[in-house]
C-alpha cells in the first residue's frame, strides 16, 4: 500500500486519461501540429537546391544537407511547440477542481495530494507526448536522407520532452495558485519568457560579447531551444558546446521541485482550519462594526455586466499585481542600464517595438479567449443567460472591460516611448504611428477570442485556437505563398511581400526608420508597390489600422447578431408599451 501511494498513476491519472482521450480538441490539436509541421517541411524542401544536376557526389551531399535542414525544422518546431502547449495544458489542471466545487471533495478521499498533482501532471503530458510520438515518421525520413546521427535525434528528442515536462510543472504549479485560467497562462508564459530569453539577453549586454559571458552560459546550459539549434548546427553556436546533459538534468531537477511545491501548496490552500472557529460575541460585534465604516454606496448601471467587467482588474490580488509590476519596471530599468551606450541609436527601438508588439499580442489573446469561457467552466454563464440582457450588453461590455483591463499595458508603452521622444530619439509623428500600430493591430484578437470564448466550451481550447489565427494569419499564409511561387515556373512573382502591408512587425520597422529614408531619398520600398514617398506612407498606415478596425468592427457584428444561436437562447421580444426592465437599477453596498 505504501509503494502504491508513491505510484503517480493512480485513480487520478486514470480519469483524466479517459477524459483528454474522449475530447475533441485532443484530435483538433494533433491535426493541426501535423499539418503545421508539414508546412514547414515542405518550405525547408522548396528552399533546398536541385539535386539532379549529372554528378552522384554534388546529389548525395545535397541530399545531406536536405537531411540536415529537415532535422533542423523538426528540432526548432518541436522544442516550441512543446514550450507553448504544454502549459496550456496543465493551466486548468487545479483551478477547474477549484471553480467546480469538487477539490474539496477530491481532498476527502483516500487518494494523498501527491497522487492528485502528479496525475494531473502525467496525464497531460502523455498528451504533449503523443504530439512528439506522431512527429517520429520525420526523423525516420531524416535519417534515410543522412546528415544526422541517431544520437542527436536522441538528444533533441530528450530535450523536447524535458521542454514539455518543465513548462507543464510550471502550468501546475500557477495553477494551484491562480483561479483565473488567463492568469495562469499568461504568467507562464511571461516565467518562460524571462528565464529562457530576457535574462540571458540582458546579460549578454550587461557584459562583453565572449565565451565567458554568463548569458552565454545561460544559454548553453538551460535552454533548450538554443540548444535544440546548437545540436542541428553541430554545436557550432558562439563557439562553444552545448551542455545537453546538464539541460536535462536541472529541468528534470526543478521538475520535480515544482510538483513537489504543487503538492504542498495545495495542501496548505485547501485543507487551512481558521485559527478562531467559535468567535465570542464581542469579536463578532466589532468585525460588524468594522464592515459598517467601510461600506459605501455603488450604483450599478442599466448594464451590469458593463458595469462589473468595467471593474475587474488585470489581476485578481493586490500582490501579483505589484509583484508584476516590479518585475516589468525591474527588466526595463536592467535593459536601460545595460544598453546606456547604445538607447541613442534609433535602431534599438526596433527590437523594443517588436518585443513590446509580441507581449501585447500574448496578452490580448489570452485575455479575450478566456472572457467568456472561464463564465461557462465557472457555471455563471447559464446564470447570466437567465437575464434580461440583450446579446450586445453582453458582447459589447466583455470587450470593453478587456480594453479597460489593457489600460496599463498600453499606458507602459506610452511611457517607453514618450521617454525617448522627449529625449530626442524618436520623433512625435512615429510615437503616435507606433501606438497606433500597436494598438490597431492587436485589437483584432479582442474580438476574434471573445468569438472563440463563446464557441468553445473549454477556456484553454479558445486560447489555442486564437493564439493560432495568428500563426496562420502572418505566418502559414506567409508559407503558403512562398511554397507555392518556389513551385511555379516561369516568371517569378513574389506574392508572399503582401503579407507585410497587415503584418504590424514589418510597419513597426519602417516607421522607426523613417528619419533615415526623409534624409536620404525620401521614398521607402514598400512590398508590391515598388516606392512611394513618405508622406504616402504614413497615410499607408493609418489605412492599414483603418482596416483591421473595421475587421474588429465587423467580427463584434456578427458575434452579436449570432450570440442568441451560438448560445441557444430564444431572442428577446419588446412587448408594445413595455418599459425597460427597472430591477437591472440596483443599489449594491460592499
Known sequence: MFLQALSPFGPIFGKELRITARRKR??????????????????????SSPWNNGNKLWASQQQAALG????????????????????VLTATAINSERLGKTLGILLLTPINVWQIVAGKLFSRLLIAFSLIGLSLPVLALVRLLGGVEIS????????????????????????????????VILQSYGLLLVIYFLVPLLLLVSYSFNGSSPGVWIWTTFNPIFICAGIAEGNSLFGTGVHWGWCISLHLGVSAGLLLLSGVMLRRRERKVPRDSNPSPAQVEGAAAKATRKTRIRHVSDNPVLWRELRRPLMPKRWQAVLSTILVLGLLGWSYAGLSRELHERDFQIGYAVIFNGLTWLAVSVLAATSIATEIESDTWTLLLTTPL?????????????????????ALLVMHFGIFTLAGVLNWDQFFLLLWVMATCNIVWIATGTFLSLRCRKATFAVVMNLLLAVVLYLLVFLLLGIIESLASGPRTRYSEWIAWYL??????????????????????????????????????????MAYLLVTAG??????????????????RKLAGSQPPLGLRAVTST
Open 555 to 572: 467580427i463584434v457584428y456578427y458575434t452579436v447578431t449570432r450570440f442568441n444561436r451560438i448560445v441557444g437562447r430564444a431572442g428577446n
Open 68 to 87: 540536415r535542414a529537415f532535422f533542423l525544422c523538426f528540432s526548432m518546431f518541436c522544442v516550441l511547440s512543446m514550450a507553448l502547449i504544454a502549459p
Open 390 to 410: 440583450t446579446a450586445r450588453q453582453i458582447v459589447v461590455g466583455k470587450i470593453l472591460g478587456l480594453v479597460r483591463r489593457l489600460f496599463w499595458p498600453m
Open 504 to 545: 504590424p512587425y514589418y510597419h513597426l520597422t519602417e516607421i522607426v526608420e523613417l528619419p533615415r529614408r526623409i534624409y536620404s531619398d525620401n521614398q521607402i520600398h514598400t512590398p508590391g508597390f515598388g516606392s512611394m514617398s513618405t508622406n504616402t506612407y504614413r497615410m499607408a498606415v493609418i489605412g492599414v489600422g
Open 26 to 47: 485532443t484530435y483538433w490539436l494533433r491535426a493541426i501540429y501535423l499539418g503545421l509541421l508539414i508546412l514547414f517541411m515542405l518550405l525547408a524542401y522548396v528552399s
Open 152 to 183: 542527436q535525434m536522441l538528444i533533441v528528442l530528450g530535450l523536447c520532452a524535458t521542454q514539455a515536462i518543465f513548462a507543464a510543472a510550471v502550468g501546475l504549479l500557477l495553477s494551484t495558485l491562480v483561479n483565473r485560467t488567463y492568469g
